[in-house]
């Protein structure tokens, strides 16, 4: 008899020791999740920064080319004004 009440004592602890694990385990999964929904954000962040800067390069590269379109209007205009003598 008292061998199967250390047997039950030493399942008992055993269940026991599962138990805290899958307690461990769920709580290990729930910070994965976590960390998975926080870099999953700041991917969307990042994507949308990529796209911001995509842009503004592109609208940079079209500012420049209007400026040399620009600059190379006023050099003609002053040289113009040069060839009138003013």
Known sequence: MTSELE???ILEE???????FINKLTEENSRLKQQL???KTERRDYEA???K?????GELEKYEKERGVIKGKIE???DQINQLGI
């Open 7 to 9: 047997r039950i004592k």
């Open 14 to 20: 055993k269940i026991s020791q599962v138990v805290d």
């Open 37 to 39: 929904k926080e870099l």
């Open 49 to 51: 920064s990529v796209k």
């Open 53 to 57: 800067v995509e842009r503004l390069e």
């Open 76 to 78: 003609t205009i002053i």
